[in-house]
C-alpha cells in the first residue's frame, strides 16, 4: 500500500484558507513531506490592498518555508494561486479556473472560514456554511477527486459534554436558515442571533456545526473526511518548535500575560487546556486526506483531534514562560481564577487602576491617554474567550487512534499526531518563545534589556508602594486619634515581640 508521500506524489491538491494559519502550515508540509507532490491550487483572494500575487509571494517569503526552501529554492513553482472571493456566488472563481480545477483536482482541503467569535451571523453563515456548500458542489464536479477533508473544530458541537466522532443533528437545517435570514437586515438579524445560536456561545461554533451537517449531506456524493481540533497552538516540532503567527486563543493570552497588561483571567485550575499543536493538525489532515483516498470508508469518517483524553493538561499547570517581552507594561504575573467575584475585584484593582494611573500620568505629561481603551478592548477579547477556559469536555478520538493504527512506522515518524509524547511545560515554553520571536518579531538578544526594563518596573513599583503607605499614614494616621492609637499599639505590640525573640534568641545560646 502507498505511504503517504507516496499517494500524494503526482497528485493535484487545492486547498481554502492557505493564507490562514493552519493553511500555510498545511502547504508548507505538503511541499516538504511530500515533495512529489504535482500542484498546489491555492484559493486566494485581494486583501487589504494588496493584489493576490503579491500577498501568496509574501507567504512564501515567510520564515515558516524555510526548511522548504533550503530544500527546493524553486517550490514556488508548484503554487498555483487560484482569484476567489468565497463569500461571492460561486466562490469567485473565473469559469477558466473553474475547468482547470475540475479537470485536475484529486484532494481538497477546505481550511477557510471566519474564526472570529463576535462575527455577526450573516456573514459567519455566509463563509462558514454557504461557500462550503459552494465548495462542495464545486467538488462534484471534480472528475478525479480521491478526497474532500473539511476542517471542522471540536467545539462545533460545545454545547455537549461529551462529543463522540459523529455528526450531530444540527440545531436548524441550514438552507431553512439561510433562505429566512436572506430578506432580514442586519439589525433584526442582530436581535435575534442569542435566540438563534441558543446554548451555543458564538456565531463561530453555531455556524461551524451547520458546515459540518453540510458537508455530511454529500457523503453519498463525495469522498469525505472531517477533522476537528480543539484549541490549535503553537508548532511543537515541525517545522520548528513554537511557530505561531497570530494572536488567536492562548497566544493573545499570553502576549497580554508577558506584557504585564492581564493580570487576571476566568478559567477553571482544573479544567482541561485542550491545545493541540498546529503541526499535529496538520499531520493528522493530511493522512485523513491519504486514508479517505486510499481505503474510501463508505461514510464521512469525523476525527476529533484533541488531547485531554490521550495526553491532559490543565489550565492551572500552566506557567508562563521565562525569556521576558520587550517593553512591558508591568512586571508579568497572571493569576487565574473560577470564583466571578474574585476576578472581577483584580480586574479592578490590577487592570482598572493601573491603567487609570498610567492613563493620569500621559495626561499630565500632554500625552494622549490610552491604557483605558487598550484594557477595555482586553476584556472584551477575554470574555468570549472565557467560556472555552471555564469548562471541561471529553471527546472521543477512537479514529484517531485507529488512524495511527493504519500508519506505516514510517509515516508515523513524518506524520506524527502521537500526542502522548508531548511534555506540555517544554510545549508551553516555546509556545512562549515563538509568540515573542514570531508574533511580535521580538529579538532574543534583547533580552538582557527586557529583564532591565522588568527591573526598573520593580523598583517603580517599590518606589510607589511606599509611597503609598506615606500617604495613607499621613492622612489615616496622623488626623485621627484613634487611628494613632491604633498605630501606637501595633508598633509596641511588634518591638515587644522583637524584644522576647531576641531575648529568647540570647537565652539559648
Ligand atoms: C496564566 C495564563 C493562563 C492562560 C489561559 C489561556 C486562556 C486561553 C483561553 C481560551 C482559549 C480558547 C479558545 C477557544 C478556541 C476554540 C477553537 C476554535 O475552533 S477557533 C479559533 C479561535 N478563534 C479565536 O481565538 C478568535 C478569537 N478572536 C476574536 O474573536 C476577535 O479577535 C476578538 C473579538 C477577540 C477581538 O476583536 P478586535 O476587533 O477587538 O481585535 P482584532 O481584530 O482581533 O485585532 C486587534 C489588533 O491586533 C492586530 N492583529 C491581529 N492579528 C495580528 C497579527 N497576526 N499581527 C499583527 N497584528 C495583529 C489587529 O490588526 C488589531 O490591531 P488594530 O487595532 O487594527 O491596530
Ligand atoms: N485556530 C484555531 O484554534 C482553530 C481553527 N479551526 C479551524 O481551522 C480552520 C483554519 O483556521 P485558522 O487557520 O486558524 O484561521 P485563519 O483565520 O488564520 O485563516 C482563515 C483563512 O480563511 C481565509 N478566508 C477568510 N475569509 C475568506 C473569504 N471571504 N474568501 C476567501 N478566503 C477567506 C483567510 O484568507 P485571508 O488571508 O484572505 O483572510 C485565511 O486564509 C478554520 O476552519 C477553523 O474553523 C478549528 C479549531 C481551532
Known sequence: MASIAEYYAGKSVMITGATGFMGKVLVEKLLRSCPEVKALYILVRPKAGQSMQQRVSDMMKCKLFDRVREDDPDFHQKIIPISSELTQPSLAISPEDVQRLTACINVVFHCAATIRFDEPLKHALQLNVMATQQLL??????????????????????????????????????????????????????????????????????????????????????????????????????????????????????????????????????????????????????????????????????????????????????????????????????????????????????????????DLFLRLSGQKPQMMRIFNRLHKAISLLEYFSSQDWEWSSENMSMLMGQLAPDDRKTFNFDVRQLNWPEYIDNYCIGTKKYVLNEDMSDIPAARQHLRKLRNIRYTFNTLLVVFIWRVFIARSQMARNIWYFVVSLCFKFLSYFRASSTLTK
Open 137 to 358: 458542489s464545486l467538488a462534484q464536479q471534480m472528475h478525479h477527486l480521491e478526497a474532500f477533508i473539511h476542517i471542522s473544530t471540536a467545539y462545533a458541537n460545545c454545547n455537549r459534554k461529551h462529543i463522540d466522532e459523529v455528526i450531530y443533528p444540527p440545531p436548524v437545517e441550514p438552507r431553512k436558515l439561510i433562505e429566512s435570514l436572506e430578506w432580514m437586515d442586519e439589525s433584526i438579524v442582530l436581535d435575534i442571533t442569542p435566540r438563534l445560536i441558543g446554548d451555543r456561545p458564538n456565531t463561530y461554533t453555531y455556524t461551524k456545526a451547520l458546515a459540518e451537517y453540510s458537508v455530511q449531506q454529500e457523503q453519498d456524493r463525495l469522498p469525505i473526511g472531517i477533522i476537528r481540533p480543539s484549541i490549535v497552538g503553537a508548532s511543537w516540532q515541525e517545522p520548528f518548535p513554537g511557530w505561531i503567527d497570530n494572536f488567536n486563543g492562548p497566544s493573545g493570552v499570553f502576549i497580554a500575560a508577558g506584557k504585564g497588561i492581564l493580570r487576571t483571567m476566568r478559567a477553571n485550575n482544573d479544567a482541561v487546556a485542550d491545545l493541540i499543536p498546529v503541526d499535529v493538525v496538520i499531520n493528522l489532515t493530511l493522512a485523513a486526506g491519504w486514508y479517505t483516498a486510499v481505503h474510501r470508508p463508505k461514510t464521512a469518517l469525523v476525527y476529533n483531534c484533541t488531547t485531554g483524553g490521550i495526553n491532559p493538561f490543565h489550565w492551572g499547570e500552566i506557567v508562563l514562560g521565562t525569556n521576558p517581552l520587550e517593553q512591558a507594561f508591568r512586571r508579568p504575573n497572571a493569576n487565574i481564577t473560577s470564583n466571578y467575584l474574585i476576578n472581577q475585584y483584580w480586574i479592578l484593582v490590577s487592570h482598572k487602576f493601573p491603567a487609570f494611573i498610567y
